[in-house]
């Protein structure tokens, strides 16, 4: 079972209007949460990294919040443009050596003018 | 530019075939991981090393090997190649073992197995 459910799976908006996409995960220990931007066909761009002690982060019109007693994490994109239609990616580490990192599907977003 | 360089950005080859993706890290990053990503599927760590070393293996197939060279690039090699191989294989690099910073993506290699 996948450790970290993004939702929803793909979302479509109006140009201008703002959206929030969910994280949930079951990573333990918990290290830290990163939510990535990726274009079609290119590599994973960061938008936020948050440790355990951070419960909001903020890149720009990217707004990330993190709630790490119910396993939860947010991104909202305020004013969407149309370059904002990408995946977006959440991964959360645990804290333990070697490769801790679990990744989710990734919420498709779609801003339409 | 993110830094890390994938070479090449597109490979089309037959089945049975071997291919080798080349990735350089960003300057001073340790760590290479190799992800791959198929058709509408979320990335799937293959395998990383640090500095030169294997630190961890995911759903690597015993088709594929990869090494990390004194310079810190790292090679990716599939072999045997199946049309299910095709996808966008990923490297990142990041400069501790990827617990406290964060990653930096290449921009892919897309393979094609015909």
């Known amino acids: 079972k996948n450790q970290v459910e993004q939702s929803p799976q793909s979302l479509i908006i109006l140009e201008g209007k703002n959206c929030t996409l969910q994280?949930?995960?079951?990573?333990?220990?918990?290290?830290?949460l990163r939510w990535y931007k990726q274009d079609t066909g290119r590599g994973p761009v960061s938008l936020t990294i948050?440790?355990?002690?951070?419960n909001t982060k903020s890149n720009g019109r990217y707004t990330a919040t993190l709630d790490a007693d119910t396993k939860q994490s947010s991104l909202h994109i305020t004013a969407s443009q149309l370059s904002d239609s990408a995946s977006y990616i959440c991964v959360v580490s645990a804290a333990r050596a070697g490769y801790a990192l679990n990744f989710g599907k990734g919420t498709s977003l779609l801003v339409t003018p | 530019d993110s830094g890390v360089t994938q070479t090449p950005k597109h490979l089309i080859t037959a089945t049975g075939q071997r291919v080798t993706l080349r990735c350089s890290p960003r300057?001073?990053?340790?760590?290479v991981y190799w992800y791959q990503q198929s058709l509408d599927q979320g990335l799937q760590f293959l395998i990383q090393y640090y500095n030169g070393e294997e630190r961890a293996k995911g759903n690597i197939l015993e088709r594929f090997s990869a090494q990390q060279f004194p310079d810190l690039h790292s090679e990716l090699n599939l072999s045997s190649l199946e049309l299910g191989d095709s996808a966008l294989y990923f490297c990142a690099s990041s400069v501790d073992q990827g617990l406290n910073y964060g990653y930096t993506f290449g921009s892919g290699t897309r393979l094609t197995v015909v």
């Open positions: 994280c949930n995960y079951t990573v333990s220990p918990f290290s830290n």
């Open positions: 300057s001073g990053d340790l760590s």
């Open positions: 948050m440790t355990f002690s951070e």
